[in-house]
């Protein structure tokens, strides 16, 4: 119970230096709570998204490829892939993104959804 309150205490004040815009210190506080729990997908994604508003767009694409083999592994596919559509608008050429992103499966379906008096639904397969 120590340890979740502490980890939640450090989030909140990972979160509160974010929020003043001292990112960079921000940034070393959530690694350090990913390192010691490198399955929580949600500090995980805020990690990436600290790396892209600070400008490093390559170590946020490494760690968003990371984190979304983590997923894939773990059986989160449709969490792997919205990190890879994060991973395409930063490099839209990242062979791996494209070979995992949106698309890639199958079973996924495009739904096109168009209003002109009428809904129609067009599935793609």
Not at 94 to 103: D, I, K, S, T
Request: proline share 2%; glycine share 6%.
């Amino acid at each position: 119970m120590q340890a979740s309150h502490e980890r939640s205490a450090a989030i909140e004040k990972a979160a509160r230096i974010m929020a003043r815009g001292e990112l960079d210190a921000a940034l070393r506080l959530y690694l350090q709570i990913f390192d010691n729990d490198p399955h929580d997908w949600s500090v995980g994604n805020t990690v990436g998204d600290l790396y892209v508003r600070l400008g490093k767009a390559d170590d946020a694409v490494s760690h968003f490829t990371m984190l979304a083999e983590q997923l894939m592994a773990d059986g989160f596919a449709a969490k792997a892939r919205a990190l890879y559509r994060k991973i395409l608008r930063l490099q839209p050429a990242n062979g791996e993104a494209r070979r995992f992103g949106p698309l890639s499966d199958t079973d996924i379906r495009i739904t096109v959804n168009c209003v002109y008096g009428l809904n129609h639904r067009i599935e793609l397969v």
